[in-house]
Nanobody
Framework: QVQLVEYGGGLVQAGGSLRLSCAAS????????MGWFRQSPGKEREFVAV????????NYADSVKGRFTISRDNAKNTVFLQMNSLKPEDTAVYYC???????????????WGQGTQVTVSS
């Protein structure tokens, strides 16, 4: 069992930056692939970024590539999402998730956090 708690959301102006954190409890954090997803009102939850258990491999949605960076600290059981050059369309609830495969698909992840709101004003 893995419990995930996200931190770091908030209100920021367009062009600004935020850093999200996701703290995990439970054993074998490094054995899990960690992903970030987001969901806007009226839309389905969508993939943002994923990182392998070792941190050596990452993948991003085209919409955030070059602006967002996913990383992890296995010693602290934490995964991060550094978000730069934020746009109003990045406004959403952001969720971290743990799974066994580096997937972009929501259903492939076993554990989810409660989400943190990110609002980007124009």
């Amino acid at each position: 069992q893995v419990q995930l708690v996200e931190y770091g959301g908030g209100l920021v102006q367009a062009g600004g930056s935020l850093r999200l954190s996701c703290a995990a409890s439970g054993r074998s954090f490094s054995s899990y692939v960690m992903g970030w997803f987001r969901q806007s009102p009226g839309k389905e939850r969508e993939f943002v970024a994923v990182i392998s258990g070792s941190g050596g491999r990452t993948n991003y949605a085209d919409s955030v590539k070059g602006r967002f960076t996913i990383s992890r600290d296995n010693a602290k059981n934490t995964v991060f999402l550094q978000m730069n050059s934020l746009k109003p369309e990045d406004t959403a609830v952001y969720y971290c998730a743990a799974g066994r495969w580096p997937s972009t698909v929501v259903a492939q992840y076993d554990y989810w956090g409660q989400g943190t709101q990110v609002t980007v004003s124009s």
